[in-house]
C-alpha cells in the first residue's frame, strides 16, 4: 500500500516532455521519458545495463533487450525518435522494433541528441511495446537513451504514460488494485480465500486477503525460492505496537517505508493453483488496547476452492497489540500489489472469494459486495493497467503486464453468495 509517495527528483539528462510538444502530421509529439516507462527485460550475463530516473545508461551488451511502454487511443502511425547522445564509443547501431516491425538506427558522436528511427503503424488502441537492443559499437556503451519522442496519427487521440519523475519509482511498480467490504458492527473475525492462477505469480507479488484499518494479511512471492505469509499492524499514532505472541518458525521484525509498525512472516512454499484461506481477528484487551492476530491455512483434505474440512491445517502467525485502542474489525479490504519495480511490466491476477464476517455473538455473514479502486498511479493516469470485478462466485484483481482495458476505479461489484460458510472451530484454533 502506498501512503508514503517516494519523493525523488533528479535533474534529467535531456528536457522531456510530458505532453504536447509541436504539432506533426495528425499527431502530437510528446517523449516518453524511459524513467519510469522502461523496463530491462532481457538482461545482460553481467547485468550491467541500469534505468534511472534519467534513462538507460551502461548499455554495453547486444544481449540486452529494453522495453519501453506507452498507451495511444487509436490505430495509426507513429513516428518513432530516440532522445539521448551516444557515450562511450564514436559510433553505435541500435535495433528498434514494435512487435515484428523493426528499424535500425545510426548514432555517432555527431549525432543530434533526437535521432529519427522511422514510422511504425498501430493496428489498434492500447499499450504499445518498443524493444531496443544494441547490434554493434566500436567503444564500450551502444549509448544513454532519456527518452522517446513519439508522433503521427497513432497519437491525435491521446497518449498515456508516466510523465511525473517525482513518482517514476511508483509507476514502474505499477498500480495497486484494491476491493473494500463493508462488514457488521463488532465484526470479532474475518475469513476469506485467495487463489493465484497459474503463471501469475511472478515475483514481487503480494496478494492481500484480510486488510483491516491498521493492518494487513496476506502472501507474497519474495524471491524464485522464497515465499512468505505476511502479517503487518501499522503503530498506532501514540505508541510503538508490540508483540504478544508468535506461531512457530514466524520471523518478527519492525517495518518502516510506508508507515512503522510491527511485521510478523512465516516462510510458507505457497502453490499457485491452489486455493488458501485466512482469518484474522480483533479482540480488546479490557485496558484500552487492541490484539490483532492471524491464521493461515491450505485448504484442509484436497486441493481447490470447494474443499471443507477441520482446523488442522491452521499455521498460526502472531498477534499484535495496537496501542490506545478499543475497537473491533473496521476497513476490511484485499489488494494486489507489485512490490519490485524491476518486474512492474509483468502481470499478476488473483480471485478473491468467501469471505465471511464473524460478529461478538458468533453470527457468520457472507459479505458478497466489494468496492474496487486503485491507487494514485492508476487515478493519475500513470498506467492504466489495473482492472477487478466478478468473476463467479469471487472476486479478482488483476495489474500490471501493460494490458489496455482497465476498470473504473470506484465501482461497486456483487456476487452471487455461495452459502459456503467455513468448517472453523474459533474455540480451538492453534
Same mark, same amino acid.
Given at each position: ?83 539521448? +547522445? ?69 497519437? +491525435? ?114 502453490? +499457485? ?158
Amino acid at each position: 500500500m502506498r501512503y508514503l509517495a517516494a519523493c525523488r527528483l533528479f535533474g534529467l539528462l535531456f528536457v522531456l516532455s510530458s505532453g504536447v510538444a509541436l504539432a506533426q502530421g495528425t499527431g502530437t509529439t510528446s517523449t516518453v521519458p524511459l524513467g519510469g516507462n522502461a523496463y530491462i527485460t532481457h538482461a545482460s550475463p553481467a547485468n550491467d545495463e541500469t534505468i534511472t530516473d534519467t534513462g538507460l545508461h551502461n548499455w554495453d551488451s547486444s544481449q540486452a533487450v529494453i522495453s519501453v511502454y506507452f498507451d495511444v487511443q487509436q490505430a495509426g502511425e507513429l513516428q518513432l525518435s530516440l532522445v539521448g +547522445a551516444l557515450n562511450g564509443a564514436s559510433h553505435s547501431l541500435v535495433r528498434v522494433s514494435i512487435d515484428r516491425q523493426v528499424r535500425f538506427v545510426h548514432l555517432g558522436l555527431g549525432s543530434p541528441s533526437v535521432i529519427p528511427v522511422g514510422n511504425f503503424f498501430i493496428h489498434k488502441p492500447g499499450y504499445v511495446k518498443v524493444d531496443l537492443q544494441g547490434v554493434s559499437t566500436d567503444g564500450a556503451y551502444y549509448g544513454d537513451i532519456s527518452g522517446l519522442q513519439i508522433a503521427g496519427s497513432a497519437t +491525435a487521440a491521446g497518449t498515456v504514460f508516466a510523465n511525473d519523475p517525482a513518482n517514476f519509482y511508483w509507476s514502474l511498480r505499477g498500480p495497486s488494485v484494491h476491493l473494500g467490504y463493508s462488514v457488521p458492527a463488532n465484526t470479532e473475525y474475518f475469513y476469506s480465500e485467495v487463489t493465484v492462477p497459474k503463471g501469475q505469480d511472478p515475483i514481487g507479488s503480494y496478494y492481500m486477503a484480510d486488510g483491516f484499518s491498521v493492518g494487513y494479511f496476506g502472501m507474497q512471492v519474495n524471491s524464485a525460492t522464497e515465499r512468505r505469509i505476511l502479517f503487518s499492524v501499522w503503530d498506532a499514532p501514540t505508541h510503538k505496537t508490540t508483540l504478544v505472541r508468535q506461531g512457530p518458525n514466524v520471523v518478527i521484525n519492525n517495518f518502516g517505508g510506508e508507515g512503522t509498525g510491527g511485521q510478523s512472516y512465516l516462510d510458507y512454499p505457497w502453490v +499457485a493453483g491452489e486455493t488458501y484461506r485466512f482469518l484474522v481477528k480483533a479482540q480488546p484487551d479490557g485496558n484500552g488496547n487492541t490484539d490483532f492476530s492471524a491464521w493461515f491455512g491450505p485448504m484442509p483434505h484436497g486441493h481447490g476452492r470447494h474443499s471443507h474440512g477441520n482446523d488442522s491445517s491452521w499455521y498460526f502467525i502472531a498477534s499484535w497489540k495496537y496501542a490506545d485502542t478499543a475497537t473491533y474489525l473496521k476497513g476490511m479490504y484485499s489488494f494486489l500489489e507489485c512490490f519490485d519495480s524491476s518486474d512492474g511490466y509483468i502481470g499478476r491476477s488473483a480471485l478473491y472469494g468467501n469471505q465471511w464476517a464473524v460478529g461478538t455473538d458468533g453470527t457468520w455473514s457472507e459479505i458478497t459486495s466489494a468496492y474496487f479502486d486503485v491507487d494514485p498511479t492508476g487515478l493519475n493516469k500513470q498506467r492504466l493497467d489495473f482492472a477487478g470485478g466478478k468473476f463467479g462466485h469471487q472476486f479478482f484483481l488483476r495489474n500490471d503486464g501493460f494490458f489496455s482495458h482497465s476498470t473504473t476505479s470506484g465501482t461497486t461489484f456483487t456476487r452471487p453468495a455461495s452459502g459456503r460458510k467455513p468448517n472453523v472451530d474459533l474455540n480451538n484454533l492453534p
